[in-house]
């Protein structure tokens, strides 16, 4: 799993959180991501996928830095900046850029489509005043807007339209690295398509790498190569998308795609099963899937699983897969 633009090896993200004991509330720590290790080639697209709450934006945010890894290393090509401190970042910053799940919230209602595809190379210093609006018209049209929209504010455009600018605004840094999460997650099915399909011609066109973070399991077979799976924290797998749905072998794994429905031209995207997950399951000895697997065993109860090669580029954490 090295050698890689992006390798995130041993990372723990924990929160502290209050806890209610018999006569006052204990501290305790949520473990949002758990011992985590995986790498992202350049040019690229690696996918993380899994239930609500499995910790997959967590590691995004830490990835870009605005979460504080508790412990473990992230590299951004062979440096390591999950420990930098903010002044050695800001180069870094430039070139790690992220598209959010809410077009409606992520872009300032108070500013101009121009001046928020501005912002950000106002912010590296990038360019003259007048190159930054000559790149913002540039990039207006390559997401598939015209020109006149850059005069516009967000409350004048669709969602879909409002995710095109959001897109914009990560490209103008000339950035090398994406973090997509749950890009299209808030957009009808038929916006869906024409965003990620604009996301792989900028892929293309571009060289960029992409992290893709989502929930949606056919959406995510599309447009990935390699797929890591996560659960309460952890990672369950890790393969190719072909292999992954192909010959899924963790039992979560097997779960998950077994809930994709037949395909439906009116439902084409099948949203995350629920389940109702507590805090103390998280911080259980032993696999973290244990009490949801159809094939537990005490061994499985008592120790926790480590990712391993069962197959080429294949990762496997399960005690009962061999």
């Keep these: 799993m090295g050698n890689g633009l992006i390798e995130v090896k041993d990372l723990c993200v924990y929160f502290r959180q209050k806890s209610p004991g018999m006569f006052s509330f204990q501290s305790d720590r949520l473990k949002a991501v758990d011992h985590v290790d995986f790498s992202i080639k350049k040019g690229e ?24 890894p508790t412990s473990g290393e992230i590299y ?33 209602p108070s500013r101009t489509v121009q001046e ?14 007048a190159e930054r609006k000559e790149r913002a018209a540039e990039l207006i049209e390559v997401v598939g807007l015209k020109k006149i929209d850059l005069l516009k504010y967000p409350h004048e455009f669709s969602g879909g339209q409002r995710q095109r600018i959001s897109i914009a605004r990560a490209l103008s840094v000339q950035p090398e690295f994406v973090v997509c999460d749950e890009p299209i997650s808030a957009l009808d099915v038929s916006l ?20 893709f973070i989502s929930h949606q399991l056919q959406v995510v077979q599309k ?15 890790i393969s190719s998308s072909e292999k992954l749905y ?18 439906d031209p009116r439902q084409q995207i099948l949203d995350d099963i629920t389940a109702d997950i507590g805090v103390q399951e998280r911080t259980k000895e032993g696999c973290k899937f244990h009490n949801r697997c159809p094939y537990c065993t005490e061994r499985c109860r008592e120790e926790a699983p480590l990712l391993k090669e ?13």
């Design 45 to 68: 697209t690696f996918g993380l996928v899994g239930e609500s709450g499995s910790g997959k934006s967590t590691i995004g945010k830490a990835i870009l830095r605005y979460h504080e």
């Design 76 to 108: 951004y090509d062979g440096v390591e900046i999950g420990h930098m401190r903010e002044r050695g970042l800001m180069p870094f910053r430039k070139k790690m850029q992220s598209i959010f799940q809410d077009p409606y919230s992520s872009l300032d």
């Design 192 to 211: 869906q398509a024409q965003i990620v399909g604009m996301l792989e011609e900028l892929q293309d066109s571009q060289g960029l790498t992409y992290l």
């Design 116 to 129: 928020i595809i501005c912002e950000p190379m106002e912010i590296h210093r990038m360019f003259t005043a």
């Design 223 to 237: 447009i990935c190569d390699n797929i890591g799976v996560l659960y309460l924290g952890s990672m369950m797998e």
């Design 246 to 263: 192909g010959n899924p072998l963790h039992p979560y794994t097997q779960m998950l795609l077994s809930s994709i429905l037949p395909p």
């Design 310 to 322: 069962l197959e080429p580029a294949h990762f496997v954490a399960c005690h009962n897969v061999k």
